[in-house]
């Protein structure tokens, strides 16, 4: 599955999704682009989930809308010593998560 990963997210955790397609908003050349935009770019990209560390992404969009699934990651930092132990769910979840869902994995 084709994953794009929130640009205050380390790149590191690309390599640790294993089994998927992961790139970067950087590595696409949308740094700085609002949710919205950003969420319909990636749709129109071919990407299946969306994953981010901003809980509050849910209460900024129209999920009925999204045409990507989106997977929250809830963790004390953004540094990719504290995300890594979310690696398991986080996979699960993108299998799992459909268009316009959203799910949080947590420690």
Known sequence: MRVLLDEQLPRQ?????????????QREGWAGLENGALLAAAADRGFHAFVTKDQNLQFQQNLDQLRVGVVVLHAASHA???LRPLVPATIEAI?????GEIRHVAV
């Open 13 to 25: 955790l690309a390599s640790e999704l294993i089994g998927h397609d992961v790139s970067t908003v």
């Open 80 to 82: 990719i010593e504290v």
């Open 95 to 99: 299998v799992a998560v459909a268009p």
